[in-house]
């Protein structure tokens, strides 16, 4: 933070808390923690899946130590921007009050593919991949989309 500028609050939203949400709370800590103070919940949290971590840390990125939270957990929070990560999400997200932006970016949810085991695990590769571009493009991408 040069200068004491402020981090950039942002939530992301998906249903269970369980993969997506989790991967995109992963890399933004690892990539834009410099500028942006990152959070992830769920509407109907589950349990964070074992091959999100197992993923991530091919990748260098040790989501371990997360758990799944539901979105009340951050009640009072006035977040920059909410993105959430699913169509289910979007629709049960809670309503943010002040200056809160929402942005919306719909992902399939690799953790829930039929196939092999190598299928599955090359599916949350490519959504892995998929999440680091998008975040990688963070904050400058949310000030154009946000809402």
Same mark, same amino acid.
């Given at each position: 933070? #040069?200068?004491?500028?402020?981090? *950039?609050?942002?939530? %992301?939203? +998906?249903?269970?808390? &369980? +993969?997506? #949400?989790?991967?995109?709370?992963?890399?933004?800590?690892?990539?834009?923690?410099?500028?942006?103070?990152?959070?992830?919940?769920?509407?109907?949290?589950?349990?964070? #899946?074992? =091959?999100?971590?197992?993923? *991530? &840390?091919? &990748?260098?990125?040790?989501?371990?130590?997360?758990?799944?939270?539901?979105?009340?957990?951050?009640?009072?929070?006035? %977040?920059?921007?909410?993105?959430?990560? +699913?169509?289910?999400?979007?629709?049960?997200?809670?309503? %943010?009050?002040?200056?809160?932006?929402?942005?919306? =970016?719909? %992902?399939?949810?690799?953790?829930?593919?039929?196939?092999?085991?190598?299928?599955?695990?090359? &599916? *949350?590769?490519?959504?892995?991949?998929? *999440?680091?571009?998008?975040?990688?493009?963070?904050?400058? #991408?949310?000030? =154009?989309?946000?809402?």
């Amino acid at each position: 933070m #040069s200068g004491g500028k402020k981090k *950039m609050k942002v939530l %992301f939203l +998906c249903t269970g808390n &369980a +993969c997506r #949400s989790q991967i995109a709370e992963g890399w933004a800590r690892h990539l834009k923690a410099d500028v942006m103070e990152v959070f992830s919940a769920g509407v109907s949290p589950a349990t964070v #899946s074992r =091959r999100a971590v197992e993923t *991530m &840390a091919e &990748a260098g990125v040790d989501i371990s130590g997360h758990r799944s939270k539901h979105v009340d957990e951050f009640e009072g929070i006035d %977040f920059d921007y909410v993105v959430t990560v +699913c169509d289910n999400a979007r629709q049960q997200c809670p309503v %943010f009050g002040g200056a809160t932006k929402m942005v919306h =970016r719909t %992902f399939e949810d690799p953790s829930f593919m039929d196939g092999t085991e190598k299928e599955i695990k090359s &599916a *949350m590769r490519k959504f892995r991949d998929e *999440m680091r571009t998008f975040i990688e493009a963070m904050p400058e #991408s949310l000030k =154009r989309e946000g809402k």
